[in-house]
């Protein structure tokens, strides 16, 4: 199964679908941390905790526009 920003780069999912992703992970015995989980990098993850939603949501867009 694709993580989120597979399936969001790939236009399957809107970016507000990251919140049920969390919440899966949030009630799932996943070892992995959240950001694995979602497929974010150390950068999309560092700017998501540092800047918030909004950050990720456009470094996330740009990503789709290349």
């Known amino acids: 199964m694709a993580n989120f920003k597979e399936r969001y780069l790939a236009g399957k999912i809107e ?3 990251i919140d049920d992703y969390v919440d899966e992970w949030n009630n ?3 070892t992995r941390t959240l ?3 979602l497929g974010l990098n ?3 993850e560092d700017v998501w ?3 918030g939603d909004d ?3 456009e ?3 740009q990503q ?3």
């Open 49 to 51: 905790i540092d800047e």
């Open 15 to 17: 970016f507000e679908e």
């Open 59 to 61: 470094l996330l867009e």
């Open 64 to 66: 789709k526009e290349d």
């Open 35 to 37: 950001a694995q989980f």
């Open 42 to 44: 150390e950068e999309e």
């Open 28 to 30: 799932s015995d996943d």
């Open 55 to 57: 950050a990720l949501y």
